[in-house]
Protein backbone atom coordinates (compact mmCIF):
# COMPACT_ATOMS: atom_id res chain seq x y z
CA UNK A 1 0.00 0.00 0.00
CA UNK A 2 1.99 2.99 -1.53
CA UNK A 3 -0.76 5.88 -0.74
CA UNK A 4 -1.07 5.03 2.99
CA UNK A 5 -2.43 8.91 3.20
CA UNK A 6 -5.36 8.15 1.04
CA UNK A 7 -6.13 5.32 2.81
CA UNK A 8 -6.49 7.26 6.53
CA UNK A 9 -8.27 9.99 4.89
CA UNK A 10 -10.71 7.63 3.70
CA UNK A 11 -10.94 6.41 7.42
CA UNK A 12 -11.14 9.17 8.23
CA UNK A 13 -14.16 10.95 6.50
CA UNK A 14 -16.28 7.92 5.86
CA UNK A 15 -15.70 5.73 9.30
CA UNK A 16 -18.59 7.07 11.01
CA UNK A 17 -21.05 6.25 8.09
CA UNK A 18 -19.56 3.02 8.14
CA UNK A 19 -20.07 2.12 11.51
CA UNK A 20 -23.28 3.44 11.67
CA UNK A 21 -24.23 0.83 8.96
CA UNK A 22 -22.79 -2.03 10.40
CA UNK A 23 -24.14 -1.26 13.32
CA UNK A 24 -27.67 -1.24 11.34
CA UNK A 25 -26.76 -4.57 9.86
CA UNK A 26 -25.53 -6.48 13.02
CA UNK A 27 -27.47 -4.98 15.64
CA UNK A 28 -24.85 -5.02 18.26
CA UNK A 29 -22.26 -2.14 18.76
CA UNK A 30 -19.23 -4.47 19.17
CA UNK A 31 -20.25 -7.17 16.64
CA UNK A 32 -20.40 -3.20 14.42
CA UNK A 33 -16.75 -2.25 15.16
CA UNK A 34 -15.69 -6.15 14.18
CA UNK A 35 -17.37 -5.70 11.07
CA UNK A 36 -15.96 -2.39 10.02
CA UNK A 37 -12.30 -3.12 11.37
CA UNK A 38 -12.80 -6.75 8.93
CA UNK A 39 -13.91 -3.89 5.94
CA UNK A 40 -10.75 -2.10 6.43
CA UNK A 41 -8.51 -4.58 6.96
CA UNK A 42 -9.16 -6.42 3.42
CA UNK A 43 -9.41 -2.32 1.69
CA UNK A 44 -6.02 -1.45 3.05
CA UNK A 45 -4.85 -4.99 1.72
CA UNK A 46 -6.43 -3.89 -1.63
CA UNK A 47 -6.20 -0.08 -1.41
CA UNK A 48 -4.04 0.15 -4.93
CA UNK A 49 -6.74 -1.66 -7.00
CA UNK A 50 -9.66 0.14 -5.27
CA UNK A 51 -8.58 3.53 -4.91
CA UNK A 52 -10.80 4.98 -7.41
CA UNK A 53 -14.32 3.82 -5.50
CA UNK A 54 -13.22 2.30 -2.31
CA UNK A 55 -16.80 3.05 -0.52
CA UNK A 56 -18.57 0.67 -2.66
CA UNK A 57 -15.69 -1.69 -2.00
CA UNK A 58 -15.62 -1.48 1.79
CA UNK A 59 -19.79 -2.16 1.97
CA UNK A 60 -19.81 -4.76 0.20
CA UNK A 61 -17.05 -6.39 2.06
CA UNK A 62 -19.48 -5.91 4.79
CA UNK A 63 -22.10 -7.04 3.38
CA UNK A 64 -20.78 -10.32 2.73
CA UNK A 65 -18.66 -10.46 5.82
CA UNK A 66 -22.05 -10.34 7.99
CA UNK A 67 -23.21 -12.79 5.91
CA UNK A 68 -20.72 -15.18 6.45
CA UNK A 69 -20.77 -14.44 10.30
CA UNK A 70 -24.33 -15.28 10.54
CA UNK A 71 -24.26 -18.81 8.63
CA UNK A 72 -21.67 -19.53 10.84
CA UNK A 73 -22.79 -18.20 14.03
CA UNK A 74 -24.16 -21.28 16.14
CA UNK A 75 -24.97 -19.67 19.28
CA UNK A 76 -27.57 -17.08 20.14
CA UNK A 77 -25.40 -14.10 21.02
CA UNK A 78 -27.17 -11.16 23.45
CA UNK A 79 -25.89 -7.87 23.58
CA UNK A 80 -25.00 -6.23 27.29
CA UNK A 81 -25.07 -3.11 26.06
CA UNK A 82 -26.71 -0.44 24.01
CA UNK A 83 -25.71 1.75 21.43
CA UNK A 84 -27.76 4.95 20.12
CA UNK A 85 -28.18 3.82 16.46
CA UNK A 86 -29.01 7.05 14.29
CA UNK A 87 -32.96 6.66 13.57
CA UNK A 88 -34.97 8.89 11.27
CA UNK A 89 -37.15 9.43 14.40
CA UNK A 90 -37.32 12.37 16.51
CA UNK A 91 -39.34 10.78 18.69
CA UNK A 92 -37.18 8.77 21.44
CA UNK A 93 -39.89 6.25 22.14
CA UNK A 94 -40.50 5.37 18.77
CA UNK A 95 -36.90 5.27 18.12
CA UNK A 96 -36.51 2.63 20.96
CA UNK A 97 -39.62 0.85 19.51
CA UNK A 98 -37.90 0.81 15.92
CA UNK A 99 -34.46 -0.79 17.62
CA UNK A 100 -36.59 -3.34 19.64
CA UNK A 101 -38.09 -4.33 16.42
CA UNK A 102 -35.32 -4.66 14.35
CA UNK A 103 -32.93 -6.66 17.06
CA UNK A 104 -36.53 -9.21 17.09
CA UNK A 105 -36.15 -9.83 13.49
CA UNK A 106 -33.85 -12.50 11.29
CA UNK A 107 -30.18 -11.30 10.67
CA UNK A 108 -31.05 -11.65 7.01
CA UNK A 109 -34.06 -9.81 6.83
CA UNK A 110 -32.21 -6.85 8.83
CA UNK A 111 -29.54 -6.93 6.31
CA UNK A 112 -32.21 -6.86 3.60
CA UNK A 113 -33.75 -3.62 5.18
CA UNK A 114 -30.88 -2.01 6.07
CA UNK A 115 -29.44 -2.21 2.07
CA UNK A 116 -32.76 -1.39 0.73
CA UNK A 117 -34.47 1.68 3.51
CA UNK A 118 -31.00 2.95 5.13
CA UNK A 119 -29.04 2.49 2.67
CA UNK A 120 -31.11 3.23 0.44
CA UNK A 121 -29.91 0.49 -2.78
CA UNK A 122 -32.72 -0.98 -5.06
CA UNK A 123 -33.55 -4.02 -5.52
CA UNK A 124 -31.08 -5.49 -8.18
CA UNK A 125 -28.36 -3.63 -6.32
CA UNK A 126 -29.37 -5.24 -3.22
CA UNK A 127 -29.81 -8.87 -4.33
CA UNK A 128 -26.08 -8.12 -6.56
CA UNK A 129 -24.35 -7.02 -2.76
CA UNK A 130 -25.89 -10.09 -1.44
CA UNK A 131 -25.41 -12.70 -4.02
CA UNK A 132 -29.63 -13.41 -3.94
CA UNK A 133 -31.82 -13.26 -6.56
CA UNK A 134 -34.61 -10.21 -6.92
CA UNK A 135 -37.31 -11.69 -6.24
CA UNK A 136 -35.63 -12.95 -2.82
CA UNK A 137 -34.99 -9.42 -1.71
CA UNK A 138 -38.67 -8.77 -2.67
CA UNK A 139 -39.62 -11.75 -0.53
CA UNK A 140 -37.71 -10.67 2.35
CA UNK A 141 -38.11 -7.43 2.41
CA UNK A 142 -42.36 -7.80 2.13
CA UNK A 143 -41.75 -10.35 5.21
CA UNK A 144 -39.39 -7.93 7.10
CA UNK A 145 -41.93 -5.12 6.76
CA UNK A 146 -44.62 -7.39 7.47
CA UNK A 147 -42.82 -8.25 10.81
CA UNK A 148 -41.96 -5.27 12.11
CA UNK A 149 -45.47 -3.85 11.39
CA UNK A 150 -46.52 -7.20 13.89
CA UNK A 151 -44.08 -5.87 16.52
CA UNK A 152 -44.45 -2.37 16.81
CA UNK A 153 -47.78 -1.62 15.14
CA UNK A 154 -46.90 2.20 16.36
CA UNK A 155 -44.17 2.30 13.53
CA UNK A 156 -46.73 1.78 11.00
CA UNK A 157 -46.05 5.78 9.40
CA UNK A 158 -42.13 4.53 9.62
CA UNK A 159 -42.93 0.77 7.90
CA UNK A 160 -45.61 1.97 5.21
CA UNK A 161 -49.41 0.39 5.29
CA UNK A 162 -48.82 -1.30 1.94
CA UNK A 163 -45.46 -2.39 1.95
Given at each position: MTDR????????A??????RTAYLLTGDHHLAEDLVQAALVK????????DTSPEAYVRR?????????????????????SYDAPVAAADPTLRLSLEQAL???????????????F??????????????SSGAVKSMSRQALKRLRDLAPELAD??????
Open positions: SGFDQFVHRGPALAAAQHWERITMYHQNISWWRRRKLTETSLGRRLTPRQRTVLVLRFEDLTEVQTAAALGILVGADA
